[in-house]
């Protein structure tokens, strides 16, 4: 069956390093793959979207690179700050009538002062 | 900036009660959908609707859940009876169509006691 896997790990680094974060997939043929952001007791909030034909995505600190060969994303906050501490998700996507989105467990990244 | 809105926020019901909930997805957002997240999970989708049609509910479970959105623009997801394993995050997000960044409410947290 599919599977998505992000860190299940906590993330801690110090302010101003540069947060990486992973997310592999097995059993399954994205033709996208979103990141979203989501911090306690509310919902996601959409970051990034890479189709399988981009290999890299900026957006202000944030990058995101989407390997099909290795079947793995990978995430970027360059110059990271106490405010990105949250939980970062995964999704992944097929062209088709309905879209539907398969997320990950989610990676908790806490960005010390 | 317009919003998903969701209530309630927070739910607390007894075993074998019926629960809704209610979600207004952002004017002019065709796809709607609702997802259950269960604490250190990520979302997973119960039914997507296009306009008033449901387009997926593979995961809904039939026998006490029930989603609707008669005239294609707000949404109610209905459990009944509710079980103790119903207790998560039930979000709800709205798209401009499949293949798009959703954006998600704030979520009605509900615990079955």
């Known amino acids: 069956s599919q599977k998505i896997e992000q860190n299940s790990e906590a993330l801690n680094i110090q302010e101003g390093k540069t947060a990486t974060l992973t997310c592999n997939y097995t059993?399954?043929?994205?033709?996208?793959l979103q990141w979203y952001r989501q911090d306690p007791g509310r919902g996601p909030v959409f970051l990034l979207l890479?189709?399988?034909?981009?290999k890299e995505k900026r957006k202000e600190r944030l990058k995101v690179t989407f390997d099909t060969t290795l079947k793995q994303s990978l995430f970027h906050i360059t110059a990271s700050q106490p405010a990105d501490s949250a939980t970062y998700l995964c999704a992944l996507g097929r062209s088709s009538n309905t879209g539907k989105l398969i997320f990950g467990q989610g990676t908790t990244l806490q960005v010390k002062p | 900036e317009a919003e998903v809105a969701q209530s309630p926020r927070y739910k607390i019901t007894e075993k074998s009660q019926a629960v809704a909930f209610w979600c207004d997805p952002i004017s002019g957002h065709a796809t709607l959908y609702w997802y259950r997240q269960i604490l250190g999970q990520g979302p997973e989708l119960l039914v997507q609707f296009q306009d008033e049609s449901v387009v997926d509910d593979s995961q809904l479970p039939k026998d006490r859940f029930s989603a609707e959105r008669l005239k294609g623009v707000d949404s109610t997801l209905k459990i009944q009876p509710a079980e103790l394993g119903d207790s998560a995050m039930y979000l709800c997000?709205?798209?401009?169509?499949?293949?798009?960044?959703?954006?998600f409410g704030p979520g009605t947290r509900l615990t079955v006691t």
């Open positions: 059993n399954y043929s994205p033709a996208y």
């Open positions: 997000a709205s798209s401009l169509g499949t293949d798009h960044e959703q954006y």
């Open positions: 890479i189709r399988e034909n981009e």
